[in-house]
Nanobody
């Protein structure tokens, strides 16, 4: 059974940091990514990483503040979020792709999704 389980969300003040983790089980995924959805808004891409971790890609809104990483031995992907802003408040979702090895930035390219974890940044 394929499962993605996120953890690490919470409430933090602006300028603070959080680290999200996603534990995958059931199969080895190739590309993985993070998306987020704020209230009243569509889900948006945040960051993506290839299986080798040699390639990463970020949304302009988080570039320089967020870092995506993965540990294939543990089948986990993480998102280190620094210098958080109130506009980063959203439910964050882990996503996994099991097809090819290329970076994936569109939500329809992902096969599996986690249940989401809430991140709230207060001003």
């Amino acid at each position: 059974q394929v499962q993605l389980v996120e953890s690490g969300g919470g409430l933090v003040q602006a300028g603070g940091s959080l680290r999200l983790s996603c534990a995958a089980s059931g199969r080895t995924f190739r590309a993985m990514g993070w998306f987020r959805q704020a209230p009243g808004k569509e889900r948006e891409f945040v960051a993506a990483i290839t299986w080798s971790a040699l390639s990463t890609y970020y949304a302009d809104s988080v570039k320089g503040r967020f870092t995506i990483s993965r540990d294939n031995a543990k089948n986990t992907v993480s998102l280190q979020m620094n210098s958080l802003k109130p506009e980063d408040t959203a439910v964050y979702y882990c996503a996994a792709h099991w097809g090819d090895y290329a970076l994936k930035v569109k939500d329809y390219e992902y096969h599996y999704w986690g249940q989401g974890t809430q991140v709230t940044v207060s001003s």
